[in-house]
């Protein structure tokens, strides 16, 4: 079955094209970075109307890609949510569309999901069961995944999520959006030794992830320190964030008895994270799974896998628009 999936629930376009036989045949991506930059955060109008722009070249360019047409197409899955409601809304409006004219089914994807199953884009795919961390610029979850649509959350957000203490601590030191990348990048040339920032909630039993207490503690080292220190101060908040996230990951793996762990979102493509990760998990002799950093941000990929999945195990939805900004995973069911 060949399934065009369609990612708009934030600021990036994201469309690919992915086979349940010979897996993906072609993905493309734009980002809106560069028009959200000076705002400093994603402005929803802005990204919607660039959605609109961008959606169906990128739609004709994957197909061209892929050296298939729009009558190849079996199916169509859309990003359904959590995101932003009219970005939501071009992809789902988009997919529903197409695939009324092509008569053939939409179905819509829970954006999470999508992160959750993206590791299985890559060889050698993880098998299920498996713990999986998501950790976006909404979301710090720790899942046990038993197989598609089976989900029980283990560990939850209380507050800011890992991508968002990035974000902000990455505006406290004056580096650009999404800050993420860019702090990661100042943090190599600091010493992590030099600030100790607390370790948020690891003294605790609980999985649950907490860090603007982090931030509030990365605020009072910026406001006493010039900007020379700057390199240091990002060097040792992502020491207490990657820290806080392989403690709480490897405890899950030790309490589940789970052997295999997965990392998806954004703050995945972070190679301090991922190196620690990959030392713990082989020190248990279990493996840890992680998307290539492309497909560990937004893309359309994930999304046409994860709807690829459903629509071949027969699930089908109205022919209605769906979109809902906010939606729970663990409320997910198997298709
Ligand atoms: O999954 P994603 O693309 O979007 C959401 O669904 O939220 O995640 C974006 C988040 C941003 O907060 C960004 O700063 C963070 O992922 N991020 C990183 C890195 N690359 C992206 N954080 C830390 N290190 C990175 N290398
Ligand atoms: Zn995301």
């Known amino acids: 079955m060949r399934v065009l999936g369609i990612e708009t629930s934030c600021d990036e376009t994201g469309v690919a094209v992915y086979d349940t036989e010979l897996g993906l045949r072609a993905h493309a991506l734009h980002t809106q970075a560069a028009l959200h930059q000076d705002y400093g955060g994603v402005v929803p109008e802005l990204a919607s109307r660039d959605h609109i722009l961008r959606l169906l070249p990128l739609v004709d360019e994957v197909l061209a890609q892929a050296r298939l047409t729009r009558r190849d197409l079996d199916g169509v899955a859309y990003t359904e949510g959590p995101g932003l409601i009219g970005a939501l809304l071009t992809g789902a409006t988009l997919a ?7 008569a053939i089914p939409a179905l819509g994807v829970h954006h999470l999901e999508g992160h959750l199953l993206a590791p299985l884009l890559e060889e050698p795919a993880p098998a299920f069961p498996f713990l999986a961390l998501i950790v976006s610029g909404g979301h710090s979850l720790l899942m046990d995944v038993a197989g598609v649509g089976r989900y029980a959350l283990l560990g939850d957000t209380l507050d800011d999520a890992a991508g968002e203490a990035f974000d902000k601590t990455a505006k406290l030191l004056g580096l650009g959006y999404p800050g993420g990348p860019a702090l990661a990048r100042l943090a190599e040339s600091g010493d992590s030794a030099s600030f100790r920032f607390a370790r948020p909630l690891t003294d605790r039993p609980t999985l649950d992830f907490s860090f603007s207490g982090l931030k509030t503690q990365v605020l009072l080292a910026v406001q006493r320190n010039g900007p020379e220190r700057h390199a240091d101060i990002a060097a040792g908040f992502q020491a207490a964030v990657v820290d806080t996230l392989v403690w709480k990951c490897l405890r899950a793996l030790d309490e589940s008895g789970r052997e295999r762990l997965v990392v998806a979102g ?3 493509a972070n190679l301090q994270l991922r190196e620690r990760l990959r030392e713990g998990t082989a020190r248990r002799g279990a493996s840890v799974h992680f998307p290539r950093p492309a497909f ?36 997910l069911t198997p298709p």
Do not use: F
């Open 296 to 331: 560990c941000t937004d893309n359309g990929a994930m999304i046409a896998l994860a709807g690829a999945l459903r629509l071949a195990a027969g699930e089908r939805e109205d022919a209605s628009i769906h979109a809902a900004p906010r939606r729970e995973l663990a409320s």
């Open 96 to 102: 529903k569309t197409l695939a009324w004219a092509l």
């Open 266 to 268: 954004g703050v995945g």
